[in-house]
C-alpha cells in the first residue's frame, strides 16, 4: 500500500508546494548572496534598509551587478556615470559610505570598464553583511514573513514529518 501513496500525484505535488514555500525565509537566513539573489528576498530587504535610512547600500551593489553585466561601451559610459552620481559623488542624492570614492573622479568615468566598481561593490557588501543584514534577520519585517510562509505550509507538523521519513526511504 505503501507504495500507491507514492505514487499519487496530490501528495506529491503538496509535497513539492509545500518545499517551496519553505524556501525564500530559510534561503535568505542561509547567506546575504541567497538573499540578493531573490527579487522577493531584496524586496523585504530594501523596506528593511529604508526604516534603517541605508537603502542606498542595496541599491548601489544592484546597480553595480548590473553594471558588470553591461556590453555595450556606450551603456557601460553611461551606467558608471549614472553610478557616479547617484551614490559616489559628493553632491550624490543617495551616497553610500566607502573608502576611496575620493579617488574616484569623473575622469575614470569616460574609460569604465566592468570591475571598475567592485572594490566598492565588495565594501558595500560587507557592510551590510556584517552590519544590517544580521539585523534584517532578527527584524519584524523579516520574522513575520517567516511566519507566514510557515502558516502557509498545509500539512500538521506530524505528517510533514511522516512525508520526510517516507521521503527519505523511498530514495
Not at 89 to 96: D, I, M
Amino acid at each position: 500500500m505503501e507504495h500507491a501513496h507514492d505514487s499519487d500525484g496530490s501528495s506529491s505535488s503538496s509535497r513539492s508546494s509545500s518545499r517551496q514555500s519553505l524556501k525564500s525565509t530559510a534561503k535568505w537566513a542561509t547567506s546575504l548572496e541567497n538573499l540578493l539573489e531573490d527579487p522577493e528576498g531584496v524586496k523585504r530587504f530594501r523596506e528593511f534598509l529604508k526604516k534603517e535610512f541605508s537603502e542606498e547600500n542595496v541599491l548601489f551593489w544592484l546597480a553595480c551587478e548590473d553594471f558588470k553585466k553591461t556590453q555595450d561601451k556606450k551603456q557601460m559610459q553611461e551606467k558608471a556615470k549614472e553610478i557616479y552620481t547617484t551614490f559616489l559623488s559628493s553632491k550624490a542624492s543617495s551616497q553610500v559610505n566607502v573608502e576611496g570614492q575620493s579617488r574616484l573622479n569623473e575622469k575614470i568615468l569616460e574609460e569604465p570598464h566592468p570591475l571598475m566598481f567592485q572594490k566598492l561593490q565588495d565594501q558595500i557588501f560587507n557592510l551590510m553583511k556584517y552590519d544590517s543584514y544580521s539585523r534584517f534577520l532578527k527584524s519584524d519585517l523579516f520574522l513575520k514573513h517567516k511566519r507566514t510562509e510557515e502558516e502557509e505550509e498545509d500539512p500538521p507538523d506530524a505528517q510533514t514529518a511522516a512525508k520526510r521519513a517516507s521521503r527519505i526511504y523511498n530514495t
